[in-house]
Structure formats: structure tokens, C-alpha cells
């Protein structure tokens, strides 16, 4: 007997209470927001239109509630339109749904004025999530097959914001049904270049729809609540970064990413990375910035098979760094070459070098059944101070396609060309994102190779990707100006903070109230008095 019935298990956090300005302050410059404000000119999600996507929380005794009231997010009714099963509204109150104070705690982080990250979007469409996302179950005989339906045209969202999980608690989501929510959403952002940022859940394993392919998942930076990865169907890497929120629950930490979308998608299409806005736009471009600018907590890791840490993803969200990236322009690859399928691929000796040691790339590599392909990026990693070391952090991002259960196996290679010598490699076989983060990397010429599979079990032979690298140094300056003490370092990367100790040999490191930095010419600095007692400094990321 075929048995059709829909329902959607679909939960969001409760909210309590909003927080305070002070504590979105904070977090605006952890994520990196006060500082890209600081150092560039209205970025602000201007000329992006996004949605957002909530679901009833009950309040005000409704079984409706899913909709952002323009006042508490300190925004107008005209930027708003809310559309449920019930019909598509455009002023508010309206009768398509209700207030939920849920959504209003989103829209503040996301777009709200002004404790949000994109407050300057061009439109924003509040979509009740049971409307949204539909899932049918199927029940033949022992077995339930799972029907999952979005939107049949375009919404015209380049961001969407997610803020709910798909079950009340994890394991009331079988694999099979995560699978099929996995392919509806992997299938839309293919077709029509949505970028969905969705919470990866508040407790146990990373839940639907987060552990789609072609979204970004997010954890809640520094709680032990949010939920870890990997996936339940193939162990893919999710959550793919992490950022603060309130209470720390993923609803909060989520529109914080998605708003920095939205400003890095308005970045690209304003020129800032360069004469290729639509490539600097793209989805998958946005999505290798994001991870390659996150910061990396103190116990972040991860492997060479799996390239995400469980907890964090790629780090902590930092839309700066991002930017900067993103600003260092695109960049192709130096030499593309291929290799019997299975073969090894050392530097090929080629003599040209990409020009900017912090950039993207979005373009193709293209194998075939009997060859893998390799498309070679050279980079001649220096500064001209001998003693010096890098941090390399390399991202690769490409999506699965439509109407595909597997993805195509692209992986990084990071070479020594002095000695052909492997330094780091990132090699999952069922992720569509590589990650390699090396520290401590000595000066020198480098092979950053992106490698796709050939032989007869690709999707393809050829696929898209984008890239997003970072050879960073810091450097701390001491100098004495009168009878101050200058301290400076640059701006970027950000992430960084000063700590000082009095002794080498029972150190205590601390900010022993250090004076906060300020901005002047790119460069971070602390003035303090000079005093004639022995004080050692360093600069410290979390």
C-alpha cells in the first residue's frame, strides 16, 4: 500500500530575550565587521536581495508565528514580503502569518539596524519554513521513501537564511530523509545560485538541511550545545564554520554568516575583487572566502581525509579577512597538466608565480578517462626578512550537481618546489570542500596544486571550482616615540591580539591591561608609557 502524507518536524531555539547592544558589539568585532567598516566604504549588503526563511514558535499563543516585525529590526515595512501557504503578504500586520520574536533575534543579526552585519539589503523575503520545505512520506509496505519539495521557481535570493533544524531532536531524522533534503536543496542552489546558510542544530550530530552539500553549515563558536559532525549518511565534514550567537544556539550564529555573505556577494559585484564581478559573486566563491578568512581557535584540527574540524569547521567567521581576500583579485592557475590516472604529480618546474599571496580564483579543471588533471598555482612565498614564517591557508569549493547522489573528487596539494617534497595535502573523497591550514611555513617557492580524479567513475570530466588562498606573516613592531611605547602590527590578517609577560623564564602571558589598539594607515597600534621595567611582548590568535 502506497500510504502519502506530508509533515514537516521542524524546530527552532526558544528565545527569551534579546541581547543587549553591548554584547552585539562584541561580536560584530570578533566576526570582523567593526573593522571592515572601519577600513572600507559601504559595505553593507547594499543591492543584495536575501530571504529568510523561519518557522512557528508559538509566540503570542499563535500556531503562525514565523514573520519579522520591521520595527524591532529598526526597518522598514517596504523591505519586507512574507509568503506562506496561505498566501504572500506585503505590509505587516498581515494575514499570511504572525510576529515571532525568533525571527526578529535573526533579522537583528542578519540585516537589523544596528546590531546587523548587511543592514543596507535591497529586499528581504520572510518565508514560513512548513511553505518553504515540504516533505512527503511515502510508506510502501516496511519502507518510507521521502519526498522533499522547495519552491518550483526561482525566489531570486542569493542568500538564504536558515535558522531552524529539520526534527525535533536529531535522531528523529533517518538518513534516507536527510538524503533526500540534502538533494532538493543541493538541486536548487545548483539551478538558480542560491547560497542557503542554514544552523547546523543545538545538540548531537549536525542536522538537516545544514548537511546539504552546496550550503554552508553553521556551529555556535564556544558552545559545548551546538551540534559536531560529521554527516550520518558518508561522514562529510559539517559544520563548515562557526560564529558567536545569543545563548549560543545556531539560529543566532547563522544570520551573522549569511549577512556576511550578503556584503562579500555586494563586494564582488561592485569590482572590489576585480573586472570578474560574476565569478566573485558566485556562490561557491563566496562560500571558499568565508571559510578561508575564519579563524582558527587554539584546539582546531583536522585530517588530511576529513578537511573541517568537527566542532569548528574552517574556524571562527571573520568577514575581514575574507575581504581581504577577496580584494587581493583573482588569480588563475600557472600551468594546468595532466597525469595517468592514479599517477604522481610533482611541481612541474614552471617559472611564472601568482602575483598576490592573498586572492581567489574561480575557474575549471578538466580530466579524463584515462588522466587526472592538475592545475598548478605557484607562489613565490617571501617578505625579505629571512627569519620569517607563513601561515598557509588554502580553500576549495566546488558543488555537486544537479541531479547527482556523488560529487567529483577534486583535492589540494601543497608542494616544496625546492625538493618536490609534499607539506600538506587535504584528499576527502566525499567532501566538496578541501581545506589545508599550514603553519610555521618556512620562506620558499610553492606548488598549490588543485587535483580532479579522471577514470570512469566522475561525474564529469570537467567541473568548476573556486579557490580562495591566504600566505599571511605577522609581525610585531616595538618603537619608542617620546616617552611612549608604540606597538603596531597590520590589520590584516585579523585575529590577532597583543599579550605581554615580564619574564622569559616564568612566563605568564596576559593582556595586563594592555590599552585597546586603534586603526591608523592599515596598521593596528598601542601607545603605552615607556617604563624602565624588563616587559616582553607577542601576538597571540585565539
Known amino acids: 500500500m502506497n500510504n502519502p502524507r506530508k509533515r514537516n518536524f521542524i524546530s527552532v531555539a526558544v528565545v527569551v530575550g534579546l541581547a543587549g547592544g553591548g554584547i552585539h558589539a562584541q561580536t560584530l568585532d570578533t566576526i570582523g565587521v567593526t573593522l571592515l567598516r572601519a577600513t572600507t566604504t559601504n559595505l553593507n549588503g547594499a543591492g543584495i536581495r536575501v530571504a529568510q ?45 504572525d510576529w515571532s520574536s525568533h525571527a526578529d533575534a535573526v533579522g537583528n543579526n542578519y540585516y537589523g539596524i544596528p546590531n546587523g552585519v548587511a543592514t543596507n539589503v535591497a529586499h528581504v523575503d520572510n518565508y514560513d519554513a512548513s511553505y518553504f520545505m515540504q516533505i512527503s512520506e511515502f510508506i510502501v509496505g516496511p519502507t518510507t521513501n521521502f519526498v522533499v519539495t522547495l519552491p518550483s521557481m526561482n525566489i531570486n535570493d542569493p542568500v538564504v537564511n536558515q535558522s531552524f533544524i529539520a526534527g525535533y531532536v536529531p535522531s528523529q531524522v533517518p538518513v534516507t530523509e536527510q538524503e ?22 543545538n545538540g548531537g550530530p549536525v542536522c538537516p538541511p545544514s548537511t546539504c552539500y552546496n550550503s554552508i553549515s553553521v556551529g555556535a563558536y564556544g558552545s559545548a550545545h551546538s551540534s559536531v559532525g560529521p554527516t550520518a549518511d558518508n561522514s562529510r565534514a559539517k559544520p563548515d564554520i562557526t560564529s558567536p550567537g545569543l545563548a549560543g544556539l545556531t539560529s543566532f550564529s547563522t544570520p551573522y554568516v549569511s549577512g556576511a555573505a550578503a556584503v562579500l556577494m555586494q563586494a564582488g559585484l561592485r569590482g572590489d575583487g576585480g573586472g570578474d564581478t560574476n565569478s566573485a559573486a558566485d556562490i561557491r566563491t563566496v562560500k571558499a572566502l568565508l571559510l578561508n578568512g575564519a579563524v582558527k581557535p587554539s584546539d582546531w584540527t583536522n ?18 579577512n575574507s575581504y581581504e581576500q577577496l580584494a587581493g583579485g583573482k588569480h588563475g592557475y ?7 590516472t592514479g599517477g604522481a604529480h610533482p611541481p612541474t618546474g614552471a617559472t611564472g608565480s ?47 550537481q544537479q541531479n547527482q547522489s556523488v560529487v567529483n573528487d ?16 587535504s584528499t576527502s573523497r566525499v567532501d566538496n570542500v578541501e581545506h589545508i591550514f599550514a603553519p610555521k611555513l618556512a620562506q620558499g617557492r610553492y606548488d598549490f596544486q588543485v587535483w580532479k ?11 568548476s571550482y573556486a579557490l580562495a588562498w591566504s600566505f599571511v606573516t605577522e609581525t610585531l613592531e ?9 606597538l603596531s602590527w597590520p590589520v590584516y590578517p585579523d585575529g590577532f591580539h597583543v599579550e605581554a609577560t615580564a619574564d622569559l623564564v616564568a612566563i605568564n602571558w596576559g593582556t595586563n591591561n594592555l590599552p585597546a589598539p586603534y586603526i591608523t594607515n592599515k596598521q593596528n597600534v598601542i601607545r603605552m608609557p615607556a617604563t624602565n621595567a624588563v616587559q616582553f611582548f607577542r601576538l597571540r590568535m585565539p
Not at 512557528?56 to 500556531?63: A, E, L
Not at 577534486?410 to 595535502?425: E, G, Q, R
Not at 616595538?478 to 616617552?483: L, Q
Open 53 to 97: 526563511v523561519e518557522t512557528y514558535n508559538g509566540d503570542n499563543g499563535s500556531t503562525n508565528s514565523w514573520e519579522v516585525n520591521p520595527n524591532n529590526v529598526a526597518q522598514p515595512v517596504s523591505l519586507f514580503t512574507y509568503t506562506s501557504a496561505l498566501g504572500t503578504g506585503t505590509g505587516f500586520p498581515n494575514s499570511v502569518g
Open 478 to 486: 616595538a618603537a619608542k616615540s617620546g616617552t611612549n611605547l608604540v
Open 334 to 340: 600557472i600551468v594546468s597538466t595532466t597525469v595517468s
Open 410 to 425: 577534486l583535492d589540494l596539494f601543497l608542494y616544496n618546489c625546492a625538493n618536490s617534497n609534499l607539506v600538506a595535502c
Open 453 to 463: 580524479a579522471g577514470g570512469f567513475n566522475t561525474v564529469s570530466s570537467s567541473e
Open 354 to 400: 601568482v602575483g598576490a599571496l592573498s586572492g581567489w580564483d574561480f575557474n575549471t579543471n578538466t580530466g579524463s578517462v584515462l588522466n587526472d588533471a592538475v592545475n598548478h598555482y605557484y607562489f613565490n612565498v617571501t617578505n625579505g626578512m629571512s627569519s620569517a614564517t607563513f601561515t598557509a591557508t588554502l580553500t576549495l569549493v566546488w558543488n555537486r
Open 180 to 201: 533526500a533534503i540534502d538533494s532538493a536543496y543541493d538541486n536548487y542552489a545548483a539551478q538558480y545560485k542560491a547560497l542557503f546558510i542554514s544552523g547546523a542544530g
Open 303 to 320: 585530517s588530511n581525509s576529513s578537511p573541517l574540524d568537527v566542532r569548528y569547521g574552517a574556524g571562527v567567521l571573520n568577514v575581514f
